[in-house]
């Protein structure tokens, strides 16, 4: 059997108010050209298919329209996961008309283990391998909050809550195999922090660490590959070739303007009587580039020029480095830029920033790309943890009527669910 992992398409983003409507309609053209290339079998979706919770409607027909012509070629079966940036219930909406096409999306945890466990067929209807499909789960799927608690033991809780959950999942998935001769792989989705993994930001190699991050032990070996989305850097898990994440296909911020992309193709069979295995990347090709330059305005009214000459059609971000402020920036390279081309600009200056003003401003976040990836709550933590007048009491109150709030305004969303579905 021959699998495709992908992940964090994020349909429907922008960069700084530019769309990327037609990048993501060129990956998914790719896509589907590269599943009948390689005669993919099954596609690993591992959450974030949109970019927001209420996505545009040309968004949705980007994600339908690949869906249905994914169902016309090799691929047998399509399996996607919600991400933290998906809305569940809109996913959720349109399961069962998907289904009829080979498509199993699952975008949230229903409380019954069973939903999330698929055992794939072959177009021959013979079983090929059991894929445990846990989504982003959500603090209300965990039941990990306690009026009271203090923060560490909330961030316990989350933790242990979803290991706990692919621990029970796993074992509902050992008891299933054991009814197949040769056994059959079993393979994990997820949508989360694995502790320890890192993004690379420019030339600055980060280590991520947020709210309910796990250790990669919580994946046995009783998995024969774990299928992660989230990162947005492809990379393995410690020294584990087959628990991955296959990172976003597009470069979303300019943080990850030197990351390269790709999807993985895993080679998986049980014929022998023994699990054989293989991996291989594949890059994703990027129709737009993204680029930076910095230094005083001099400096980049001159990189600008030979940016647009070189790079046409980039997405390009200017660094100010100069001391005293310029508001007017934007409008001097725009001008630069039509004194050359006129007004056929050939890139698009989409982000102007003052580096003297970012080091005077103090931050919550070690880089301001990672804010979009940050829940709320995770990122109501930092700001806690960021705040060293606030004493351990303080800090407890805070957390309590916070997760009030959050309780009252998903309760809300549940019952407005609830009353669209009637």
């Known amino acids: 059997m021959r699998i495709l992992h992908s992940s964090d398409w994020h349909l429907g983003a922008s960069l700084y108010g530019f769309s990327r409507y037609n990048e993501q309609k060129s990956f998914l053209q790719w896509l589907l050209k590269t599943i009948e290339e390689y005669t993919v079998d099954t596609l690993l979706i591992s959450g974030d298919i949109f970019d927001s919770a209420s996505p545009s409607n040309a968004a949705k027909a980007l994600y339908s329209n690949f869906l249905a012509a994914s169902s016309d070629g090799c691929c047998s079966n399509v399996i996607i996961t919600g991400g933290n940036h998906d809305s569940p219930s809109w996913l959720d909406a349109d399961a069962k008309v998907f289904h009829k096409l080979g498509c199993y999306v699952l975008g949230q945890a229903t409380g019954d283990l069973d939903d999330e466990i698929i055992v794939l067929r072959d177009k021959n209807g013979k079983p090929s391998a059991i894929i ?19 923060i560490d033991e909330h961030n316990r809780l989350i933790a242990a809550g979803i290991k706990k959950h692919y621990k029970d999942i796993e074992g509902k998935a050992k008891e299933i195999v054991q ?7 079993i393979i994990a989705m997820g949508h989360l922090f694995v502790r320890g993994v890192s993004r690379e930001d420019g030339e600055n190699k980060i280590t991520v660490g947020t709210l309910g991050e796990i250790d990669s032990s919580i994946f046995s070996d009783a998995f024969d590959y774990v299928a992660l989305g989230h990162i947005h850097t492809p990379q393995k898990i410690g020294n584990n070739e087959y628990i991955r994440y296959c990172g976003s296909p ?4 300019f943080s990850e303007k030197t990351s390269g992309k790709q999807v993985i193709l895993l080679d998986i069979d049980n014929e022998s009587g023994t699990i054989q295995k293989s991996l291989k990347n594949i890059d994703v090709p990027q129709s737009c580039e993204l680029l930076s330059i910095r230094g005083p305005e001099d400096k980049l009214k001159e990189e ?24 007017d920036l934007r409008e001097i390279l725009i001008d630069t830029l039509k004194e050359k081309f006129g007004d056929d600009i050939p890139i698009n200056l989409v982000r102007i920033r003052h580096e003297a003003l970012e080091i005077k401003t103090h931050s919550y976040f070690s880089n301001a790309s990672e804010i979009k990836e940050l829940t709320p709550t995770e990122m109501f933590y930092r700001i806690l943890d960021d705040n060293p007048e606030l004493g351990s009491k303080d800090k407890d109150l805070l957390n309590t ?9 998903e309760f809300t969303e549940e019952k407005t669910d609830d009353h669209h579905k009637e």
């Open 179 to 185: 009814s197949f001769s040769p056994r059959l792989p």
């Open 250 to 253: 597009l470069k979303m911020n």
């Open 304 to 327: 600008i020029i030979k940016v647009a000459f070189e790079h046409k059609g980039a997405y390009l971000e200017a660094v100010y480095v100069g001391t005293q402020m310029r508001q």
């Open 401 to 409: 009527l916070y997760q009030q709030i959050l309780n009252k305004i």
């Open 132 to 150: 445990c499909a846990v989504p982003y789960l959500r603090e209300r799927d965990l039941n990990s909050f306690t009026f009271g608690q203090s």
